[in-house]
Protein backbone atom coordinates (compact mmCIF):
# COMPACT_ATOMS: atom_id res chain seq x y z
CA UNK A 1 0.00 0.00 0.00
CA UNK A 2 1.66 3.81 -1.00
CA UNK A 3 4.25 1.94 -3.01
CA UNK A 4 5.15 2.67 -6.11
CA UNK A 5 4.75 -0.04 -8.50
CA UNK A 6 5.98 1.45 -12.03
CA UNK A 7 7.23 4.77 -13.67
CA UNK A 8 8.01 4.31 -17.18
CA UNK A 9 9.95 7.47 -18.84
CA UNK A 10 7.79 6.95 -22.41
CA UNK A 11 10.53 5.54 -24.07
CA UNK A 12 9.66 2.36 -25.67
CA UNK A 13 8.35 0.89 -28.86
CA UNK A 14 5.60 2.71 -31.02
CA UNK A 15 2.67 1.99 -33.05
CA UNK A 16 1.27 4.71 -35.16
CA UNK A 17 3.30 7.67 -33.64
CA UNK A 18 2.30 6.47 -30.08
CA UNK A 19 4.66 5.29 -27.21
CA UNK A 20 3.89 1.59 -26.18
CA UNK A 21 4.74 -0.13 -22.62
CA UNK A 22 3.20 -3.88 -21.95
CA UNK A 23 2.97 -3.51 -18.21
CA UNK A 24 0.85 -5.21 -15.23
CA UNK A 25 0.09 -4.88 -11.96
CA UNK A 26 -2.12 -7.79 -10.20
CA UNK A 27 -4.10 -5.98 -7.81
CA UNK A 28 -5.56 -7.84 -4.43
CA UNK A 29 -9.03 -8.80 -3.75
CA UNK A 30 -10.86 -5.97 -1.81
CA UNK A 31 -10.98 -2.02 -2.01
CA UNK A 32 -8.02 -0.58 -2.73
CA UNK A 33 -7.55 3.01 -4.04
CA UNK A 34 -5.00 3.56 -6.71
CA UNK A 35 -3.38 6.94 -7.85
CA UNK A 36 -2.26 6.47 -11.80
CA UNK A 37 -0.99 9.84 -13.32
CA UNK A 38 0.24 10.51 -16.54
CA UNK A 39 2.23 13.09 -18.20
CA UNK A 40 2.65 14.41 -21.95
CA UNK A 41 4.36 17.35 -23.26
CA UNK A 42 2.67 16.65 -26.65
CA UNK A 43 -1.35 17.64 -25.01
CA UNK A 44 -2.57 13.94 -26.25
CA UNK A 45 -3.60 10.68 -24.05
CA UNK A 46 -0.24 8.47 -23.70
CA UNK A 47 -1.86 5.46 -21.86
CA UNK A 48 -4.16 3.30 -22.40
CA UNK A 49 -5.46 0.62 -19.40
CA UNK A 50 -7.08 -2.67 -19.09
CA UNK A 51 -8.46 -4.88 -16.19
CA UNK A 52 -9.74 -8.20 -15.90
CA UNK A 53 -10.84 -10.54 -12.87
CA UNK A 54 -12.59 -13.90 -12.52
CA UNK A 55 -15.21 -14.53 -15.01
CA UNK A 56 -14.50 -10.94 -16.24
CA UNK A 57 -13.25 -10.33 -20.09
CA UNK A 58 -10.64 -7.61 -20.22
CA UNK A 59 -12.82 -4.03 -19.69
CA UNK A 60 -10.90 -0.62 -21.01
CA UNK A 61 -10.51 2.10 -18.43
CA UNK A 62 -8.86 4.70 -19.97
CA UNK A 63 -9.95 6.70 -23.00
CA UNK A 64 -8.00 5.71 -26.34
CA UNK A 65 -7.35 7.44 -29.28
CA UNK A 66 -5.75 7.12 -32.70
CA UNK A 67 -5.18 3.30 -32.38
CA UNK A 68 -7.84 1.53 -34.71
CA UNK A 69 -9.81 4.66 -33.94
CA UNK A 70 -11.18 3.11 -30.37
CA UNK A 71 -12.30 5.38 -27.75
CA UNK A 72 -14.17 4.52 -24.41
CA UNK A 73 -14.47 5.82 -20.86
CA UNK A 74 -14.75 4.40 -17.50
CA UNK A 75 -18.08 5.63 -16.84
CA UNK A 76 -19.40 3.92 -20.72
CA UNK A 77 -17.85 0.83 -19.05
CA UNK A 78 -19.93 1.18 -16.18
CA UNK A 79 -23.34 1.88 -18.05
CA UNK A 80 -23.01 -0.80 -20.53
CA UNK A 81 -21.52 -3.71 -17.79
CA UNK A 82 -21.72 -2.09 -14.40
CA UNK A 83 -23.83 -5.00 -12.58
CA UNK A 84 -20.91 -7.22 -14.43
CA UNK A 85 -18.17 -5.15 -13.28
CA UNK A 86 -19.17 -3.63 -9.99
CA UNK A 87 -22.06 -6.13 -8.51
CA UNK A 88 -25.33 -5.00 -8.50
CA UNK A 89 -25.42 -2.89 -4.78
CA UNK A 90 -23.19 -0.76 -6.36
CA UNK A 91 -24.34 -0.64 -10.00
CA UNK A 92 -27.23 0.83 -8.58
CA UNK A 93 -25.31 3.37 -6.47
CA UNK A 94 -23.89 4.20 -9.69
CA UNK A 95 -26.62 4.68 -11.08
CA UNK A 96 -28.35 6.76 -8.56
CA UNK A 97 -25.23 9.02 -8.52
CA UNK A 98 -24.98 9.65 -12.20
CA UNK A 99 -28.71 10.65 -11.66
CA UNK A 100 -28.21 12.88 -9.30
CA UNK A 101 -25.55 14.92 -11.56
CA UNK A 102 -27.60 14.92 -14.25
CA UNK A 103 -30.19 16.92 -12.38
CA UNK A 104 -27.82 19.15 -10.49
CA UNK A 105 -26.18 20.35 -14.04
CA UNK A 106 -29.86 20.87 -15.47
CA UNK A 107 -29.91 22.53 -18.75
CA UNK A 108 -27.69 24.71 -20.35
CA UNK A 109 -28.38 28.38 -19.35
CA UNK A 110 -29.20 30.66 -22.32
CA UNK A 111 -26.19 32.25 -21.63
CA UNK A 112 -23.93 28.74 -22.36
CA UNK A 113 -26.05 27.70 -25.39
CA UNK A 114 -24.88 28.74 -28.94
CA UNK A 115 -25.90 29.43 -32.28
CA UNK A 116 -24.73 29.88 -35.33
CA UNK A 117 -26.21 33.42 -37.43
CA UNK A 118 -25.72 35.12 -40.50
CA UNK A 119 -24.71 38.31 -40.08
CA UNK A 120 -23.16 41.82 -42.32
CA UNK A 121 -19.09 42.25 -41.83
CA UNK A 122 -18.83 46.24 -42.49
CA UNK A 123 -20.87 48.64 -43.90
CA UNK A 124 -19.46 48.40 -47.74
CA UNK A 125 -21.07 45.12 -48.61
CA UNK A 126 -20.12 43.65 -52.28
CA UNK A 127 -21.24 44.06 -55.39
CA UNK A 128 -24.22 41.64 -56.97
CA UNK A 129 -24.43 40.07 -60.38
CA UNK A 130 -26.43 38.17 -62.23
CA UNK A 131 -25.40 34.52 -62.79
CA UNK A 132 -25.58 33.43 -66.22
CA UNK A 133 -27.22 30.68 -66.48
CA UNK A 134 -26.83 30.27 -62.46
CA UNK A 135 -23.07 29.62 -62.78
CA UNK A 136 -20.76 31.53 -59.87
CA UNK A 137 -18.02 32.03 -62.01
CA UNK A 138 -20.24 33.67 -65.27
CA UNK A 139 -21.09 37.18 -63.73
CA UNK A 140 -23.33 39.32 -65.62
CA UNK A 141 -24.65 43.09 -64.55
CA UNK A 142 -24.72 44.54 -61.33
CA UNK A 143 -27.69 44.12 -59.41
CA UNK A 144 -28.53 46.54 -56.82
CA UNK A 145 -31.07 46.64 -54.07
CA UNK A 146 -34.95 47.73 -54.50
CA UNK A 147 -38.15 46.66 -53.97
CA UNK A 148 -40.21 44.87 -56.38
CA UNK A 149 -41.73 47.20 -58.81
CA UNK A 150 -45.09 45.79 -58.77
CA UNK A 151 -45.67 47.65 -55.04
CA UNK A 152 -44.31 51.11 -56.98
CA UNK A 153 -42.07 51.66 -54.27
CA UNK A 154 -39.31 54.11 -54.69
CA UNK A 155 -36.08 52.60 -54.21
CA UNK A 156 -34.08 53.07 -51.47
CA UNK A 157 -31.93 55.62 -50.74
CA UNK A 158 -27.95 54.40 -50.10
CA UNK A 159 -25.83 54.72 -48.16
CA UNK A 160 -28.76 54.30 -45.52
CA UNK A 161 -29.29 56.52 -42.58
CA UNK A 162 -28.78 53.30 -40.65
CA UNK A 163 -25.32 52.76 -41.87
CA UNK A 164 -22.34 52.42 -39.40
CA UNK A 165 -18.79 51.06 -38.93
CA UNK A 166 -20.46 47.00 -38.97
CA UNK A 167 -23.38 47.30 -40.82
CA UNK A 168 -24.54 48.79 -44.74
CA UNK A 169 -28.41 48.80 -43.19
CA UNK A 170 -29.88 47.09 -46.22
CA UNK A 171 -31.49 45.21 -43.86
CA UNK A 172 -33.38 47.31 -41.83
CA UNK A 173 -34.66 49.59 -44.67
CA UNK A 174 -35.62 45.93 -45.35
CA UNK A 175 -37.91 45.26 -43.03
CA UNK A 176 -38.75 48.70 -42.06
CA UNK A 177 -40.49 48.38 -45.58
CA UNK A 178 -42.01 44.63 -44.92
CA UNK A 179 -43.93 46.27 -41.21
CA UNK A 180 -44.50 49.50 -42.72
CA UNK A 181 -48.18 50.40 -42.47
CA UNK A 182 -47.99 51.59 -45.83
CA UNK A 183 -47.54 48.65 -47.42
CA UNK A 184 -51.02 46.34 -46.76
CA UNK A 185 -49.37 43.04 -48.17
CA UNK A 186 -47.78 41.66 -44.84
CA UNK A 187 -51.22 42.96 -43.11
CA UNK A 188 -52.98 41.25 -45.09
CA UNK A 189 -51.01 37.74 -45.17
CA UNK A 190 -51.32 38.23 -42.02
CA UNK A 191 -54.79 38.70 -40.99
CA UNK A 192 -55.71 35.49 -43.28
CA UNK A 193 -53.24 33.51 -41.52
CA UNK A 194 -54.69 34.20 -38.17
CA UNK A 195 -58.26 33.89 -39.83
CA UNK A 196 -57.20 30.11 -41.37
CA UNK A 197 -55.66 29.27 -37.91
CA UNK A 198 -59.42 29.52 -36.33
CA UNK A 199 -61.38 28.60 -39.30
CA UNK A 200 -59.76 26.24 -41.25
CA UNK A 201 -58.99 27.90 -44.17
CA UNK A 202 -58.33 32.07 -44.50
CA UNK A 203 -60.72 34.37 -47.03
CA UNK A 204 -58.10 33.78 -49.38
CA UNK A 205 -57.81 30.14 -49.73
CA UNK A 206 -54.35 30.04 -51.34
CA UNK A 207 -52.72 31.35 -48.06
CA UNK A 208 -49.37 31.12 -49.61
CA UNK A 209 -50.19 32.93 -53.18
CA UNK A 210 -51.74 36.58 -53.00
CA UNK A 211 -50.94 36.83 -56.75
CA UNK A 212 -53.23 36.54 -59.73
CA UNK A 213 -52.26 32.82 -59.93
CA UNK A 214 -54.36 32.32 -56.23
CA UNK A 215 -57.58 32.40 -54.94
CA UNK A 216 -59.38 35.33 -54.83
CA UNK A 217 -60.53 36.69 -51.12
CA UNK A 218 -64.26 35.53 -51.01
CA UNK A 219 -64.20 38.70 -48.50
CA UNK A 220 -61.90 40.93 -50.00
CA UNK A 221 -63.38 43.91 -47.73
CA UNK A 222 -63.42 41.98 -44.65
CA UNK A 223 -60.02 40.93 -45.22
CA UNK A 224 -58.90 44.67 -45.83
CA UNK A 225 -60.60 45.77 -42.81
CA UNK A 226 -58.99 42.80 -40.70
CA UNK A 227 -55.53 43.81 -41.95
CA UNK A 228 -56.61 47.77 -41.01
CA UNK A 229 -57.27 46.66 -37.36
CA UNK A 230 -54.29 44.77 -37.02
CA UNK A 231 -52.31 47.55 -37.66
CA UNK A 232 -53.85 50.17 -36.01
CA UNK A 233 -53.61 48.01 -33.00
CA UNK A 234 -49.86 48.10 -33.40
CA UNK A 235 -49.27 44.88 -35.06
CA UNK A 236 -51.28 42.74 -32.05
CA UNK A 237 -52.11 39.18 -32.99
CA UNK A 238 -53.42 38.92 -29.29
CA UNK A 239 -56.06 42.03 -30.05
CA UNK A 240 -56.56 40.57 -33.56
CA UNK A 241 -57.36 36.91 -32.29
CA UNK A 242 -59.98 38.65 -29.58
CA UNK A 243 -61.45 39.93 -32.41
CA UNK A 244 -61.78 36.94 -34.31
CA UNK A 245 -62.56 35.08 -31.50
CA UNK A 246 -65.80 37.74 -30.40
CA UNK A 247 -67.15 37.75 -33.82
CA UNK A 248 -70.37 36.16 -34.94
CA UNK A 249 -68.95 33.98 -37.73
CA UNK A 250 -66.95 32.56 -35.00
CA UNK A 251 -69.70 31.78 -33.19
CA UNK A 252 -72.20 30.39 -35.94
CA UNK A 253 -73.27 26.52 -35.29
CA UNK A 254 -71.69 23.87 -37.32
CA UNK A 255 -75.38 22.42 -37.94
CA UNK A 256 -76.22 22.44 -42.31
CA UNK A 257 -79.34 24.47 -43.81
CA UNK A 258 -80.59 22.15 -47.05
CA UNK A 259 -80.96 25.58 -48.94
CA UNK A 260 -77.81 27.13 -47.50
CA UNK A 261 -75.75 23.79 -48.68
CA UNK A 262 -77.14 23.89 -52.02
CA UNK A 263 -76.71 27.41 -52.72
CA UNK A 264 -72.81 27.69 -51.20
CA UNK A 265 -71.80 23.58 -50.49
CA UNK A 266 -68.45 24.61 -49.83
CA UNK A 267 -69.17 27.46 -47.18
CA UNK A 268 -67.59 30.07 -48.81
CA UNK A 269 -69.75 32.20 -47.41
CA UNK A 270 -69.01 30.97 -44.05
CA UNK A 271 -72.61 30.70 -42.86
CA UNK A 272 -72.04 28.08 -40.89
CA UNK A 273 -68.62 27.02 -38.73
CA UNK A 274 -67.35 24.04 -40.43
CA UNK A 275 -66.84 20.80 -38.67
CA UNK A 276 -63.20 19.57 -38.66
CA UNK A 277 -61.37 16.80 -37.48
CA UNK A 278 -57.91 17.84 -34.75
CA UNK A 279 -54.91 18.02 -36.06
CA UNK A 280 -52.48 15.39 -35.92
CA UNK A 281 -50.82 16.89 -32.98
CA UNK A 282 -53.70 18.07 -31.34
CA UNK A 283 -55.16 14.21 -31.57
CA UNK A 284 -52.04 13.12 -29.84
CA UNK A 285 -52.07 15.71 -27.17
CA UNK A 286 -55.67 15.04 -26.43
CA UNK A 287 -55.30 11.20 -26.33
CA UNK A 288 -52.24 12.14 -23.20
CA UNK A 289 -54.34 14.87 -21.89
CA UNK A 290 -57.91 12.13 -21.66
CA UNK A 291 -55.74 9.92 -20.04
CA UNK A 292 -54.61 12.81 -17.69
CA UNK A 293 -50.89 12.01 -18.99
CA UNK A 294 -50.03 14.82 -20.62
CA UNK A 295 -47.06 16.78 -19.51
CA UNK A 296 -47.44 20.31 -19.90
CA UNK A 297 -43.77 21.42 -19.31
CA UNK A 298 -42.40 24.31 -21.85
CA UNK A 299 -39.33 25.18 -23.41
CA UNK A 300 -36.28 22.37 -23.43
CA UNK A 301 -34.74 20.61 -26.33
CA UNK A 302 -36.95 18.02 -28.41
CA UNK A 303 -38.04 14.76 -27.38
CA UNK A 304 -38.35 11.35 -28.56
CA UNK A 305 -41.43 9.54 -28.14
CA UNK A 306 -41.24 5.57 -28.26
CA UNK A 307 -40.88 4.90 -32.27
CA UNK A 308 -42.83 1.65 -33.44
CA UNK A 309 -39.72 -1.31 -34.81
CA UNK A 310 -42.11 -1.62 -37.62
CA UNK A 311 -41.83 2.67 -38.25
CA UNK A 312 -38.08 2.32 -37.56
CA UNK A 313 -37.98 0.02 -40.59
CA UNK A 314 -38.88 2.60 -43.08
CA UNK A 315 -35.47 4.18 -42.00
CA UNK A 316 -31.78 3.33 -43.42
CA UNK A 317 -30.79 4.62 -40.23
CA UNK A 318 -33.41 2.10 -38.29
CA UNK A 319 -33.50 3.89 -34.62
CA UNK A 320 -29.57 4.71 -35.02
CA UNK A 321 -30.57 8.69 -35.15
CA UNK A 322 -33.90 8.13 -32.97
CA UNK A 323 -33.00 8.89 -29.37
CA UNK A 324 -34.64 8.23 -25.77
CA UNK A 325 -36.84 9.84 -23.65
CA UNK A 326 -38.33 9.31 -20.13
CA UNK A 327 -41.69 8.31 -19.96
CA UNK A 328 -42.59 11.55 -18.38
CA UNK A 329 -40.49 13.43 -20.77
CA UNK A 330 -41.91 11.46 -23.83
CA UNK A 331 -45.70 12.73 -22.08
CA UNK A 332 -45.10 16.69 -23.12
CA UNK A 333 -46.90 18.19 -26.00
CA UNK A 334 -46.09 16.94 -30.03
CA UNK A 335 -44.78 20.53 -30.89
CA UNK A 336 -41.89 19.47 -28.52
CA UNK A 337 -41.25 15.67 -30.75
CA UNK A 338 -38.28 16.06 -32.67
CA UNK A 339 -38.69 15.71 -36.35
CA UNK A 340 -36.03 13.40 -38.73
CA UNK A 341 -37.63 13.73 -42.39
CA UNK A 342 -37.18 10.43 -42.66
CA UNK A 343 -38.66 8.74 -39.38
CA UNK A 344 -41.94 9.91 -37.86
CA UNK A 345 -44.47 9.22 -35.53
CA UNK A 346 -47.09 7.13 -36.99
CA UNK A 347 -49.41 8.74 -35.27
CA UNK A 348 -48.50 12.28 -36.67
CA UNK A 349 -48.08 10.63 -40.23
CA UNK A 350 -51.53 9.02 -40.44
CA UNK A 351 -53.33 12.46 -39.30
CA UNK A 352 -51.56 14.45 -42.03
CA UNK A 353 -48.88 15.92 -40.48
CA UNK A 354 -46.94 17.93 -42.73
CA UNK A 355 -43.34 16.48 -43.89
CA UNK A 356 -40.25 18.93 -43.18
CA UNK A 357 -39.00 18.99 -46.75
CA UNK A 358 -41.56 21.73 -48.16
CA UNK A 359 -43.64 24.65 -46.84
CA UNK A 360 -47.30 23.73 -46.02
CA UNK A 361 -49.54 26.98 -46.22
CA UNK A 362 -53.13 24.82 -45.71
CA UNK A 363 -53.13 21.03 -44.16
CA UNK A 364 -54.96 18.06 -46.02
CA UNK A 365 -57.65 16.70 -43.59
CA UNK A 366 -58.15 12.84 -45.27
CA UNK A 367 -60.41 9.96 -43.75
CA UNK A 368 -58.43 7.05 -44.48
CA UNK A 369 -59.10 3.21 -43.32
CA UNK A 370 -55.60 3.27 -42.14
CA UNK A 371 -56.83 6.28 -39.57
CA UNK A 372 -58.84 4.16 -38.01
CA UNK A 373 -57.02 0.64 -38.18
CA UNK A 374 -54.06 2.72 -36.79
CA UNK A 375 -56.32 3.86 -33.83
CA UNK A 376 -57.34 0.82 -32.79
CA UNK A 377 -54.23 -1.11 -33.10
CA UNK A 378 -51.27 1.25 -32.01
CA UNK A 379 -49.58 0.58 -28.80
CA UNK A 380 -49.27 4.05 -27.95
CA UNK A 381 -53.28 4.45 -27.98
CA UNK A 382 -53.60 1.34 -26.43
CA UNK A 383 -51.34 2.36 -23.49
CA UNK A 384 -53.23 5.50 -23.70
CA UNK A 385 -56.84 3.98 -23.01
CA UNK A 386 -55.15 1.46 -20.26
CA UNK A 387 -53.81 4.77 -18.21
CA UNK A 388 -57.54 6.24 -18.51
CA UNK A 389 -58.75 3.32 -17.65
CA UNK A 390 -56.61 3.59 -14.35
CA UNK A 391 -57.08 7.17 -13.96
CA UNK A 392 -61.37 6.24 -13.88
CA UNK A 393 -60.93 3.50 -11.29
CA UNK A 394 -58.92 5.73 -8.89
CA UNK A 395 -61.66 8.37 -9.58
CA UNK A 396 -64.91 6.40 -9.31
CA UNK A 397 -64.10 2.94 -8.01
CA UNK A 398 -65.35 -0.18 -9.39
CA UNK A 399 -68.75 0.41 -10.32
CA UNK A 400 -68.91 -0.44 -13.96
CA UNK A 401 -71.57 1.93 -14.70
CA UNK A 402 -70.19 4.71 -12.89
CA UNK A 403 -66.66 3.84 -14.69
CA UNK A 404 -68.44 4.06 -18.23
CA UNK A 405 -70.20 7.13 -17.10
CA UNK A 406 -66.72 8.65 -16.11
CA UNK A 407 -65.07 7.77 -19.08
CA UNK A 408 -67.45 9.06 -21.26
CA UNK A 409 -67.75 12.68 -19.86
CA UNK A 410 -63.44 12.44 -19.68
CA UNK A 411 -63.42 11.59 -23.38
CA UNK A 412 -65.60 14.13 -25.46
CA UNK A 413 -66.14 16.73 -22.06
CA UNK A 414 -70.13 16.67 -21.56
CA UNK A 415 -72.66 14.88 -19.29
CA UNK A 416 -72.80 10.91 -20.64
CA UNK A 417 -76.46 10.21 -22.21
CA UNK A 418 -78.17 7.33 -19.69
CA UNK A 419 -78.81 5.47 -23.18
CA UNK A 420 -74.63 5.93 -23.73
CA UNK A 421 -73.93 4.43 -20.68
CA UNK A 422 -75.82 1.39 -20.95
CA UNK A 423 -74.48 0.97 -24.90
CA UNK A 424 -71.01 0.79 -22.87
CA UNK A 425 -71.96 -1.76 -20.39
CA UNK A 426 -73.24 -3.87 -23.17
CA UNK A 427 -69.98 -3.79 -24.77
CA UNK A 428 -68.16 -4.70 -21.65
CA UNK A 429 -70.23 -7.87 -21.80
CA UNK A 430 -69.80 -8.75 -25.34
CA UNK A 431 -66.61 -8.41 -24.72
CA UNK A 432 -66.04 -10.55 -21.51
CA UNK A 433 -68.22 -13.10 -23.04
CA UNK A 434 -66.03 -13.18 -26.35
CA UNK A 435 -62.74 -12.99 -25.20
CA UNK A 436 -63.11 -14.53 -21.68
CA UNK A 437 -61.76 -10.84 -20.40
CA UNK A 438 -62.10 -9.94 -16.79
CA UNK A 439 -63.48 -6.76 -15.73
CA UNK A 440 -60.57 -4.23 -15.56
CA UNK A 441 -59.61 -5.91 -19.23
CA UNK A 442 -63.01 -5.35 -20.30
CA UNK A 443 -62.93 -1.86 -19.39
CA UNK A 444 -59.72 -1.01 -21.17
CA UNK A 445 -61.35 -1.97 -24.17
CA UNK A 446 -63.91 0.11 -23.78
CA UNK A 447 -61.83 3.22 -23.09
CA UNK A 448 -59.91 2.08 -26.21
CA UNK A 449 -63.70 2.67 -28.11
CA UNK A 450 -64.42 5.49 -26.63
CA UNK A 451 -60.73 7.48 -27.34
CA UNK A 452 -61.77 5.92 -31.08
CA UNK A 453 -65.18 7.79 -30.80
CA UNK A 454 -65.88 10.79 -34.00
CA UNK A 455 -66.54 13.44 -31.18
CA UNK A 456 -63.51 12.87 -30.09
CA UNK A 457 -61.62 13.37 -33.07
CA UNK A 458 -63.72 15.97 -34.81
CA UNK A 459 -64.72 19.42 -33.42
CA UNK A 460 -68.57 20.10 -34.48
Known amino acids: DGELVFEDGGLG ?5 LSVNDFTVELKEGLLPIQIASYSKGGAYRMHMEWSGPGIEKRILAVRHGIDGYQRSLERVFNDHGEAVLGPRKAAAFKRLRSIRQQASGPKRESEKKA ?4 EKGSEPPETHILLRGNPNSQGKIVKPGFPEIFRTPDPVLPSPYQNDSSSGRRRIL ?3 IASPSNPLTARVMANRIWQFHFGRGIVRSSNNFGA ?4 PTHPELLDWLAAEFVEGGWSMK ?3 KTILMSNTYRMSSRSIPDNLAADPTNNLFWRFDMRRLTAEELRDSLLQAAGNLNTAMFGPGIYPVMPPEAAATSSTGLGKWGTSSAEEAARRSVYVHTKRSLRLPILTSFDAPEGDTSCPVRFSTTQPTQALGMLNSAFVNEQAQILASRVLDEVGEDSRSRVRRAIEIVVSRVARDEEVE ?3 RFIEGVQSAAGLSD ?4 ERFCLLALNLNEFI ?3
Open 13 to 17: ATVKG
Open 116 to 119: AVIS
Open 175 to 177: AEW
Open 213 to 216: KGDR
Open 239 to 241: RLH
Open 423 to 425: EGL
Open 440 to 443: DKAF
Open 458 to 460: YLD
